[in-house]
């Protein structure tokens, strides 16, 4: 029922000229918002320092996280990624980044090429982030936890892929119509 009216929504999104603008405006905004990554112990002992001096200087880290962040797969910059998720976030209620951790396999003890499980895939490194249209991400619940997440399936062309739930950043908003089993 939710991708249902998530569907609709982007639908109403594309073909309302005036829901475009305002969605747009915001989302393009947000995009353009420079995200970096800070050295949190030189940001902290320079904000002491600050208190005394007012010096207002930043430390940033050049590293892996920091070229991910900036540029996000071979076809996006950073703002154009983060325009989209806010976009789809403001139309749908929910956005989606799938992190990109390889193929998911690797050689387990026997030397035999095997599906890695979720556990040995959140220690791998994220190579690419990429935008999920909410229209097309089914959540799976964890049948344990009313409230737990199990799974993140992506659905295209009537085919369903298994993304996993370490490799899935879900920004979702409330939704009022609680429903205990879906």
């Known amino acids: 029922q939710q991708k249902i009216r998530d569907d609709l929504y982007a639908k109403g999104f594309n073909s309302n000229t005036a829901v475009y ?3 747009m405006k915001d989302a393009n905004k947000f995009g353009s918002i420079p995200r970096y990554v800070y050295d949190a112990s030189v940001m ?3 904000s002491m320092r600050r208190r005394i001096e ?3 200087q930043t430390e940033y880290l050049n590293n892996d996280l920091s ?3 900036n540029r996000p797969n071979a076809y996006e910059s950073q703002d154009f990624l983060f325009t989209k998720v806010r976009a789809s976030y403001k139309v749908c209620g929910e956005g989606f980044i799938w992190l990109n951790r ?3 396999m690797g050689i387990d003890k026997e030397g035999v ?3 890695l499980s979720d556990e040995e895939m959140e220690r791998l490194p994220v190579v690419e982030m990429y935008w999920l249209p909410a229209d097309h991400v089914i959540v799976v619940q ?3 936890d009313m409230f737990g997440i199990r799974d ?9 892929q298994r993304l996993g739930k370490p490799n899935v950043i879900h920004w979702k908003t409330i939704h009022l119509d609680f429903d205990p089993i879906t």
């Open 67 to 69: 070229k991910l962040i």
């Open 21 to 23: 603008s305002i969605v």
């Open 142 to 144: 964890d049948p344990n």
């Open 152 to 160: 993140f399936l992506l659905e295209v062309n009537g085919r369903r």
């Open 102 to 104: 390889g193929d998911g």
């Open 44 to 46: 902290e002992e320079k």
């Open 54 to 56: 007012k010096k207002a």
């Open 113 to 115: 090429l095997t599906k």
